[in-house]
Nanobody
Framework: QVQLVESGGGLVQAGGSLRLSCAAS???????MGWYRRAPGKQRELVAAITSGGFIDYGDSVKGRFTIAKDNGEYRAYLQMNSLKPEDTAVYYC???????????WGKGTLVTVSS
């Protein structure tokens, strides 16, 4: 059974930083990993994604402020979030897309709140 455990969310003032972590277990192969977020009243949006080969994609609203990294051997991903803005407030969901079966697996989400 694939499980994803997220950590690192919380409350921070605007301009501050947070680091999210995501650890996946139960995978039988590597996969791409990343985060989406959903803010109240808004649609889900891509935050960042990274493949095992190191290809990275960021959502337009976080480019230049967020950095994603992945530890391939440990199925862990990290999201360093700097210069946080109130509009970054959302529930952040970690996912992994398995290379062996193409399925997406999701974490339960972690809340990030940025106060102005």
């Amino acid at each position: 059974q694939v499980q994803l455990v997220e950590s690192g969310g919380g409350l921070v003032q605007a301009g501050g930083s947070l680091r999210l972590s995501c650890a996946a277990s139960g995978l039988d192969s590597d996969g791409s990993m990343g985060w989406y977020r959903r803010a109240p009243g808004k649609q889900r949006e891509l935050v960042a994604a990274i493949t095992s080969g190191g290809f990275i994609d960021y959502g337009d609203s976080v480019k230049g402020r967020f950095t994603i990294a992945k530890d391939n051997g440990e199925y862990r991903a990290y999201l360093q979030m700097n210069s946080l803005k109130p509009e970054d407030t959302a529930v952040y969901y970690c996912y992994v897309q398995s290379y062996s079966n193409g399925r997406d697996y999701w974490g339960k989400g972690t809340l990030v709140t940025v106060s102005s």
